[in-house]
């Protein structure tokens, strides 16, 4: 009788166990497939994210794939944008290559990591604003993430998100990103100073990518050389800006690493104006984190000052 007891006692405590194992074993397995759309967006994500084991964060085109305004999804993107239970975007229009996709495919929570942004709108050509055109009636640029400032915005947004839609796994969220921010806004002062006592105020850039660097900097961005979002500027309107420009005071050309330097290099050529390239992380380094977007950035700090502040 009492060897039954223990046979039985036994098997409970057995199966007691298995159901305890099988309980632990779903809890330490369970993840949550973050998802961010942009190499930017992943960087200020994967930070968030950092502390939170069950956040499994990854990005939808590849890192070098830069501002994807011509991207087309490929299946194995998505089939991540079918598996992702949260898609980070960076919004402001960037999405629109896969705006029908992310409808049809996915069930995942969107989390807009743009919503709280200072919003520009694209600046225009440079010749066509010398004429009078109004760039508060282009469209918005959704090139935020180049500016730390507006980067700790979004980092704040993607946290506060997270904790939102999964906060049994999203505890440590709020205050990294808190962190993250601050560091961000250092940068940001910097940037700031370095803008305050540049002798050359006025900045023409290649693309509109580093426009929210130059304006948070108190930089004066009279206009873009590029036509066109990826498209090299014409020879003719090469032309027309180096005539114009030299009607222009002092400037600095900026260019990005993102795309040739080469027009902007026939300009200085033509106009004794200066040039340097910015990096707006548009792209980059596959396995880069929240330090990589630092670096750069302190990067682009350094060169700024030392060509403006003179
Ligand atoms: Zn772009």
Redesign the pocket.
């Known amino acids: 009788m009492l060897r039954h007891f223990f046979q039985s006692l036994t098997v409970i405590s057995v199966m007691f166990s298995i159901l305890y194992m099988a309980d632990n074993a779903y809890a330490v397995s369970q993840t949550v497939r973050v998802l961010a759309t942009t190499y930017p967006v992943y960087l200020l994500t994967k930070a968030v994210a950092q502390s939170s084991p069950a956040l499994k964060v990854e990005l939808l085109i590849p890192s070098q794939t830069g501002?994807p305004?011509e991207y087309a999804l490929t299946p194995k993107d998505m089939r991540k944008l079918a598996e992702a239970d949260i898609v980070v975007i960076n919004g402001l229009g960037m999405e629109a290559f896969m705006e029908k996709s992310l409808n049809k495919v996915s069930h995942a929570t969107i989390i807009d990591s743009s919503a709280n942004v200072a919003v520009l709108h694209m600046s225009g050509h440079y010749v066509d604003r010398i004429a009078g055109e109004n760039p508060h009636n282009n469209p918005i640029n959704p090139?935020a993430f180049s500016s730390p400032v507006q980067a700790a915005i979004m980092v704040r947004t993607i946290g506060d998100a997270l904790v939102k839609a999964v906060p049994e796994f999203a505890v440590e969220c709020s205050s990294r990103a808190e962190a993250w921010a601050g560091r961000l806004e250092k940068l940001g002062k910097r940037l700031e100073i370095v803008g305050n006592r540049a002798s050359i105020k006025d900045v023409m850039l290649l693309?509109?990518?580093m426009a929210y660097l130059v304006r948070d900097a108190g930089l004066n961005l009279v206009g873009i050389l590029q036509e066109n979002?990826d498209v090299p500027p014409s020879p003719t309107r090469l032309m027309e800006v180096s005539q114009s420009l030299r009607k222009h005071g002092p400037l600095l050309l900026v260019g990005e690493t993102q795309y040739s330097d080469k027009p902007l290099r026939v300009l200085a050529a033509e106009t004794g104006a200066n040039v340097v390239v910015l990096d707006s992380v548009?792209s980059g380094l596959d396995e880069a984190s929240m330090e990589y977007y630092e670096q750069v950035m302190e990067n682009n700090c350094r060169i700024l000052e030392d060509s403006l502040d003179r």
């Open positions: 501002c305004h090139h693309h509109d990518g979002e548009a």
